[in-house]
């Protein structure tokens, strides 16, 4: 079955249409954030009492390894207090700029294919903060009551540690100890360790050489630039931080990286007496042999042959693989999860080649270049259109998307929504879009971030931005402070936007909901008969607002 079949419904032409009023539509539906399970409130609320920097930004070189850098001492005597639960099973870290969470799926699920019960810590989360914590050999969440009688347990540790700290353990330093509590509590086998911002000073790499079978580093990019030192060396020196000193086959380098920055983490892996393994080697091969459907959902069908240079057991050869994540940059992050399961089988691990062929078949994270089904559009009010839902948010990811678009349906033409936080390039990532595929419409729109404001860029900077981003690329475009925008939309929408298909129409609508109904009626009526895709993008976010409607 092909995929367009699967994901796209039939199209039919509006037969009702409602005027217009002060360039808004009325809201048939609002969009909400998901809210915590009643028996975590008082885990949430305790949680949520403390500093987020998730919400409210990270300051200045905060990530970087100096003077200015996160006290890892705290975290360290949080861990000492908690009876240093990371004592009791083994880790694998992984840090960089994207693919971790992926990456980290990818080895959970190898692993529980053998029968491991494996921990895996990620972030952030989607619908529920359970969702960071995944436990055990089928990959769920842990249960509300795992995680509720776990916090009741270690309450007052917890308490005592932030009096003794001042007040300055953070949201994510007590969520940490959390999860590691619990994989030790759940005598979990291997836990997967996601770091959360750079890797050095990040409250994850209080894991000690013993403690560690790998290190990953997925990928090294210009996001978080003002937290980890301002240059892409710093935060290659900022992710390095995670090596440690002496593991046999410890570090796993994703890439492809720059030369230089290549060079700066051979570096540290080499300080460190740590021998590397590279997934971008010249024995590795890989190749995207067509687009299908596996288990019901869209996926790629790929080969991926691995040699390494460590004999037999660091070998394989995988043909028609099929991957549920799409595009090219899904596919490295398989390989960067292979490589480390092979060096994991090196150590000692039990892992056949059938159970890394499983886990990389049936890993799949909502959010990542995900197609919605027919159903899930009609429910978001979009019905006859071919959702997708992804949380890039910089100009890589931006570009990883676009190239996913391109295989997956390479005649299609797009609309998109989008919001960002405020410490993003938006400029750059305007570009990389403005840049690729025809685009119908681009809706500038708001998120909360982690729950809050403070980050959220508002749609007019976002608006300001792309209309910036056209004129230094020489595009014409049709935005909201232009006459001819208000008399496009006041004299008559249907047949004026379909007479201007060869303009992008961008604007600012503060409502997600009135952005998506808007970038959907004027992608139906220019593209009629050919495939249109609408686009929600710019954070996992705004993402998340709409997968949570989806189970209102």
């Known amino acids: 079955m092909k995929i367009?079949?699967?994901?796209?419904?039939?199209?039919?032409?509006?037969?009702?249409?409602k005027p217009l009023s002060n360039f808004q539509l009325e809201s048939k539906q609002c969009l909400s954030s998901y809210t915590e399970e009643p028996e975590l409130e008082g885990f949430s609320q305790f949680i949520d009492s403390l500093k987020n920097y998730e919400k409210s930004g990270v300051p200045k070189d905060a990530g970087t390894?100096?003077?200015?850098?996160?006290?890892?001492?705290?975290?360290?005597?949080?861990?000492?207090?908690?009876?240093?639960?990371?004592?009791?099973?083994?880790?694998?870290?992984?840090?960089?700029?994207?693919?971790?969470?992926?990456?980290?799926?990818?080895?959970?699920n190898i692993l529980r294919s053998e029968g491991y019960s494996v921990g895996c810590y990620t972030s952030p989360h989607m619908l529920s903060i359970r969702e960071r914590m995944s436990v055990g050999k089928m990959g769920k969440p842990v249960s509300s009551n795992a995680l509720n009688c776990l916090f009741h347990s270690i309450k007052r540790s917890l308490n005592e540690a932030i009096v003794l700290e001042n007040g300055c353990l953070s949201h994510f330093e007590v969520?940490?100890?959390?999860?590691?509590?619990?994989?030790a509590q759940e005598n979990v086998d291997i836990a997967i360790i996601e770091a959360g911002l750079g890797g050095a000073r990040d409250a994850t790499n209080v894991i000690s050489s013993s403690e560690l079978d790998a290190s990953i580093i997925t990928t090294i990019g210009e996001e978080h630039l003002a937290a980890l030192g301002g240059s892409l060396e710093t935060i290659a020196m900022a992710k390095a931080g995670i090596i440690k000193h002496g593991r046999p086959f410890q570090v796993i380098l994703g890439g492809p990286f720059l030369p230089h920055?290549?060079?700066?983490?051979?570096?540290?892996?080499?300080?460190?007496?740590?021998?590397?393994?590279?997934?971008?080697?010249?024995?590795?091969r890989t190749s995207i042999k067509g687009i299908g459907t596996f288990k019901g959902r869209p996926s790629q069908c790929c080969d991926l042959v691995i040699e390494l240079d460590h004999g037999s057991q660091s070998s394989i050869e995988l043909r028609d693989l099929n991957l549920s994540m799409l595009g090219t940059h899904q596919l490295q992050n398989a390989v960067t999860a292979?490589?480390?399961?092979?060096?994991?089988?090196n150590q000692g691990w039990r892992i056949s080649n059938g159970s890394i062929r499983a886990g990389l078949e049936n890993t799949f994270l909502p959010g990542r270049s995900q197609f919605l089904t027919s159903k899930e559009a009609e429910k978001l009010g979009l019905s006859g259109s071919t959702v997708?839902?992804?949380g890039a948010h910089t100009k890589d990811s931006a570009k990883a998307l676009l190239e996913?678009?391109?295989?997956?349906?390479?005649?299609?033409?797009?609309?998109?929504?989008?919001?960002?936080?405020?410490?993003?390039?938006?400029?750059?990532?305007?570009?990389?879009?403005?840049?690729?595929?025809?685009?119908?419409a681009v809706f500038l729109t708001e998120a909360d971030i982690a729950g809050g404001t403070s980050r959220t860029t508002s749609a007019t900077a976002l608006r300001d931005c792309w209309m910036q981003?056209?004129?230094?690329?020489?595009?014409?475009?049709?935005?909201?402070?232009?006459?001819?925008?208000?008399?496009?939309?006041?004299d008559n929408f249907i047949s004026s936007t379909r007479d201007s298909k060869h303009e992008t129409i961008v604007a600012a609508q503060n409502s997600l909901s009135d952005s998506l109904r808007f970038a959907n009626q004027i992608l139906r009526e220019r593209t009629r008969n050919e495939l249109g895709i609408l686009v929600v993008t710019g954070s996992l976010h705004i993402v998340s607002l709409v997968l949570a409607s989806l189970n209102r």
């Open 4 to 17: 367009r079949k699967l994901i796209v419904s039939q199209r039919s032409t509006l037969t009702h249409r």
């Open 65 to 108: 390894d100096s003077d200015d850098g996160f006290d890892l001492g705290r975290m360290k005597r949080l861990m000492t207090r908690l009876g240093n639960p990371l004592s009791n099973f083994k880790s694998v870290h992984i840090a960089g700029t994207k693919g971790k969470g992926s990456t980290a799926a990818y080895l959970s």
């Open 175 to 183: 969520l940490t100890a959390v999860a590691f509590a619990l994989f």
């Open 261 to 284: 920055i290549d060079h700066i983490l051979r570096d540290r892996a080499s300080s460190m007496f740590s021998p590397i393994v590279s997934a971008s080697d010249a024995g590795v």
């Open 338 to 345: 292979t490589c480390a399961a092979l060096c994991l089988r």
């Open 388 to 390: 997708l839902v992804d």
């Open 404 to 440: 996913t678009i391109q295989t997956t349906f390479p005649d299609s033409r797009l609309a998109i929504v989008v919001a960002m936080a405020s410490d993003k390039d938006h400029l750059a990532f305007a570009k990389e879009f403005l840049s690729g595929k025809q685009l119908e």
């Open 469 to 490: 981003a056209s004129r230094e690329l020489g595009i014409e475009v049709i935005h909201d402070r232009m006459t001819r925008y208000r008399e496009l939309f006041e």
